[in-house]
């Protein structure tokens, strides 16, 4: 159960590092995910899973295969 956590916050913090390599606000991305900024930092911060509707809107902002970027919610 831990090492599955740890695993999830590793791949959110990915996520965190694509952010901030592309500019973007954490602000703006909460807002076209249509999520609060506190469900993203638990997302980041915490190891919470975001929903696949989420992922499916965050590999499309970010122009990734989601299944490569999120392979860890896929096993």
Known sequence: MIIKV???MTIMKQ???AISSRGI????LCEQLG???STLWRWINEG???RE???DKIAKLFNVNKRQFFNEFYK
């Open 6 to 8: 740890i695993e999830r």
């Open 15 to 17: 996520l965190e590092q």
């Open 25 to 28: 606000k954490k602000t703006w």
């Open 35 to 37: 999520v609060n900024y």
């Open 48 to 50: 919470v899973k975001p």
């Open 53 to 55: 509707q989420h992922l």
